[in-house]
C-alpha cells in the first residue's frame, strides 16, 4: 500500500511564506506526476501545482509567479515552495501522487494525502 504524508502547514500572515512537503511511501517503483490541490471552506478542490517525473511543471492561475513546486524523484517526495502569500490562500493543501507503481507492478494507480491546512491570516 502507498501512503502520502502532507507537513509544513500552519499559520502565517499575509505576505509570508510557507514549505509544504509530501512523502510518499510503500513500495513504490515510479510515480509519474506529483502535484498540490486546494480545498478553501465552501469550494471545491482545484490544482495549485504539478510536476511530472521528469520535472515539467503546472501551475494554477491564482498562484503562478508566487508558489514554486520541486520534487526529489529518489525520495519520492513532492515540495511546495509558497511566497507572498494572501489570505484568499486559506485552504487545506491536498498531496496527489499519479501513475504510482508498486516494484513489480504494471499498472499504476492514484493517491491522495489527507491534507493539511494553511491559514493566511493577519
Known amino acids: 500500500q502507498v501512503q502520502l504524508v502532507e507537513s509544513g502547514g500552519g499559520l502565517v500572515q499575509p505576505g509570508g511564506s510557507l514549505t509544504l512537503s509530501c512523502a510518499a511511501s510503500?513500495?513504490?517503483?515510479?510515480?509519474?506526476?506529483m502535484g498540490w490541490y486546494r480545498r478553501a471552506p465552501g469550494d471545491q478542490r482545484e490544482l495549485v501545482a504539478g510536476?511530472?517525473?521528469?520535472?515539467?511543471?503546472n501551475y494554477g492561475d491564482s498562484v503562478k509567479g508566487r508558489f514554486t513546486i520541486s520534487r526529489d524523484n529518489d525520495k519520492n517526495t513532492v515540495y511546495l515552495q509558497m511566497n507572498s502569500l494572501k489570505p484568499e490562500d486559506t485552504a487545506v493543501y491536498y498531496c496527489?501522487?499519479?501513475?504510482?507503481?508498486?516494484?513489480?507492478?504494471?499498472?499504476?494507480?492514484?493517491?491522495w494525502g489527507k491534507g493539511t491546512l494553511v491559514t493566511v491570516s493577519s
Open positions: 496527489k501522487a499519479e501513475g504510482v507503481r508498486l516494484v513489480g507492478h504494471l499498472v499504476g494507480l492514484n493517491y
Open positions: 510503500g513500495r513504490i517503483g515510479s510515480i509519474n506526476t
Open positions: 510536476i511530472t517525473s521528469g520535472g515539467t511543471t
